[in-house]
T-cell receptor
Framework: QKEVEQNSGPLSVPEGAIASLNCTYS??????FFWYRQYSGKSPELIMF????GDKEDGRFTAQLNKASQYVSLLIRDSQPSDSATYLC????????????FGSGTQLTVLP | DGGITQSPKYLFRKEGQNVTLSCEQNLNHDAMYWYRQDPGQGLRLIYYSQIVNDFQKGDIAEGYSVSREKKESFPLTVTSAQKNPTAFYLC???????????FGPGTRLLVL
């Protein structure tokens, strides 16, 4: 079982729709969760992080964390073609020596 | 401007050759990381360093070496022992005690 799993996609949504990206993780003790956006050929850039159960909103982006079910999701409202990218989920497992573990990413395409 | 720089943008390696990728940051971050990304895959940790003159192996350290002589610099050497080095190499940094990592623009390594 992979430590951090994401649907690879591709996920296609029409412009203006809500895009929903999901991520599950295996380490129940994980405390910190991150979403990065990566455009083709570029490096990842941080979108959001979340530490507590529930929702965290930042503009058009909402991160949702459910530790009991071990999943974290990213919602993108009013999706734009410029949101087309690969979205990487990263998790900090329990134990201070462990670094971030990344999922393989979900490719999102927003259709004009 | 504060940030992370990586050079070169593209690097070509011949059989049996060692090559060194540069990573410099002026963010005054204590921790630095090297990741490898293969097409369609997430990031895999090669090495990380939390303080000067100290570094630890990540998940795929074989065939790679690093040094951390200065806080600002964390060069990665891809040795001839790394038989499949073609990949996108990403350097990141973070403040010690904070898990959020920020990435440089990356170096794409190709084998001739």
């Amino acid at each position: 079982q992979k430590e951090v799993e994401q649907n690879s996609g591709p996920l296609s949504v029409p412009e203006g729709a809500i895009a929903s990206l999901n991520c599950t993780y295996s380490d129940r003790g994980s405390q910190s969760f991150f979403w990065y956006r990566q455009y083709s050929g570029k490096s990842p850039e941080l979108i959001m992080f979340i530490y507590s159960n529930g929702d965290k909103e930042d503009g058009r982006f909402t991160a949702q964390l459910n530790k009991a079910s071990q999943y974290v999701s990213l919602l993108i409202r009013d999706s734009q073609p410029s949101d087309s990218a690969t979205y990487l989920c990263a998790v900090k497992p329990s134990g201070s020596a462990r670094q971030l573990t990344f999922g393989s990413g979900t490719q999102l395409t927003v259709l004009p | 401007d504060g940030g992370i720089t990586q050079s070169p943008k593209y690097l070509f390696r011949k059989e049996g050759q060692n090559v060194t990728l540069s990573c410099e940051q002026n963010l005054n971050h204590d921790a630095m990381y090297w990741y490898r990304q293969d097409p369609g895959q997430g990031l895999r940790l090669i090495y990380y360093s939390q303080i000067v003159n100290d570094f630890q192996k990540g998940d795929i350290a074989e065939g790679y070496s690093v040094s951390r002589e200065k806080k600002e610099s964390f060069p990665l050497t891809v040795t001839s022992a790394q038989k499949n080095p073609t990949a996108f190499y990403l350097c990141a940094s973070s403040v010690t005690g904070q898990e959020t990592q920020y990435f440089g623009p990356g170096t794409r390594l190709l084998v001739l």
